[in-house]
């Protein structure tokens, strides 16, 4: 069964550093999400993505975060300047339409830790 | 806004016994609702959803969910759980038009022999 592949699993960087996590959406799905789960809190939308644009984002999307799908298969979240706060798992979502019907199907997730 | 509310944040319960995780939502729109699980290193995996209809949904692995429109809930129920079921199971909401899914903070069930 096809699944969101996500990498690195587990992310240490140091404050101040930039880091790529990267998701490998299901292969004919169109539309791609970034969602965080700092510990011990809900998971939250961060943004999501369409035909090279971001279609919807969250007021924790600031211009800290970017997003890019580089090639043909993989979607990436940069964090620039990362902050202690940014310690968090981050699920990386597609799926194949974007109505609100539509399941979207979610990658095991990358922890990153700020240090 | 939206917010979705689960009041337990660990249910233990014994193998075989019946389990109720609660959910209850706000908001000022109709909402379409989700159950989510995560198994240990996996990512979110869904359930059931609800759209429209019917207000009893069937999901996978037995599991079943009651929308009350009054009572603004969504709670989640299997009548006979296996140690298999050990997870955390996530309740959301998605208003028609939007594409983000909005979460409660999850339920950590635990199935004890």
């Known amino acids: 069964e096809p699944e969101v592949t996500q990498t690195p699993s587990h992310q240490v960087t140091q404050m101040g550093q930039e880091v790529i996590l990267r998701c490998v959406p299901i292969s004919n799905h169109l539309y791609f999400y970034w969602y965080r789960q700092i510990l011990g809190q809900k998971v939250e939308f961060l943004v999501s993505f369409y035909n090279n644009e971001i279609s919807e984002k969250s007021e924790i999307f600031d211009d800290q975060f970017s997003v890019e799908r580089p090639d043909g298969s993989n979607f990436t979240l940069k964090i620039r300047s990362t902050k202690l706060e940014d310690s968090a798992m981050y699920f990386c979502?597609?799926?194949?339409?974007?109505?609100?019907?539509?399941?979207?199907?979610f990658g095991p997730g990358t922890r990153l830790t700020v240090l | 806004a939206q917010s979705v509310t689960q009041l337990d944040s660990q249910v233990p319960v014994f193998e075989e016994a019946p389990v109720e995780l609660r959910c209850n939502y706000s908001s000022s729109v109709s909402v379409y609702l989700f159950w989510y699980v995560q198994y240990p290193n996996q990512g979110l995996q869904l359930l059931l959803k609800y759209l429209s209809g019917s207000t009893l949904v069937k999901g996978i692995n037995g599991f079943e969910a009651e929308f009350n429109k009054s009572q603004t809930s969504f709670h989640l129920r299997k009548p006979s759980v296996h140690i298999s079921d050990t997870a955390e199971y996530f309740c959301?909401?998605?208003?028609?038009?939007?594409?983000?899914?909005?979460f409660g903070q999850g339920t950590r069930l635990t199935i004890n022999p």
């Open positions: 959301a909401v998605r208003v028609p038009g939007a594409q983000k899914l909005v």
């Open positions: 979502a597609s799926s194949a339409l974007a109505g609100s019907t539509d399941t979207q199907y």
